[in-house]
Every structure is written in C-alpha cells, then in structure tokens.
Nanobody, 120 residues
Framework: QLVESGGGSVQAGGSLRLSCAAS????????MGWFRQAPGMEREGVAA???????RYNDSVKGRFTISKDDAKNTLYLQMNSLKPEDTAMYYC?????????????????WGQGTQVTVS
C-alpha cells in the first residue's frame, strides 16, 4: 500500500514536500516514482529513484524538485521548490517492481491514491 500526503495550495514560487508512506513490502528494493496528472492531461512522470539512489527527472522539474527516500521509514519524498501554476496536478507515487526506473507510468505496478497540488 502506498499513501501520499503533503499536497495543498500554495502561491507561485512557494514550496511543498510530498511524502509517500509504503507498507506491505520493502519498497527500498525497487524503483519508486512520482507522477502527476492535471485535468484533461495524460499522466506524466515527474521523478524516479532507484534502489541504489540513482535519480531521474522530467526536464520540466529539473533544478526545482528533488526526489529522495528514507529506507528506514519506508517513505518516499518529493521536495518541490519554485512552484509554478503549471505544476498544478494530482500527484501520485508508484512502485516499479521490474526495475526499469524510467518515467513511463505504464511500467509501474503499484500506485497510491494521490494528493492534490494547486499552485496559484
């Protein structure tokens, strides 16, 4: 089970930190990712982190967002700085059990319910 938290409403230029608490398995063995979906838009990959800590980012968030994890807490994070209105979306965390660790949503096996981020 994956449970996201930390979403909310923020003004442009502000920051939020999303968390994703995992239970039921040791997610640290797998690649984990953050995705987002705005109304009427396709789900897109935001960032991913492999079991060894290698990260990958969507070009639109490079330099602004940071993905990290705390293996001891079985928790994934997404620090989002310098937020823009175009970052407004529902944000989801997901687990890739096959280890591709790319930003393709169809390669991820388990998903959380999402947390809304609104930037005005």
């Amino acid at each position: 089970q994956l449970v996201e938290s930390g979403g909310g409403s923020v003004q442009a230029g502000g920051s939020l930190r999303l968390s994703c608490a995992a239970s039921g398995y040791t997610y640290s063995r797998y690649c984990m990712g953050w995705f987002r979906q705005a109304p009427g838009m396709e789900r897109e990959g935001v960032a991913a982190i492999g079991n060894e800590g290698t990260t990958r980012y969507n070009d639109s968030v490079k330099g602004r967002f940071t993905i990290s994890k705390d293996d001891a807490k079985n928790t994934l994070y997404l620090q989002m700085n310098s937020l823009k209105p175009e970052d407004t979306a529902m944000y989801y965390c997901a687990a890739d059990l096959d280890g591709y660790c790319r930003l393709s949503w169809d390669e991820y096996n388990y998903w959380g319910q999402g947390t809304q981020v609104t930037v005005s």
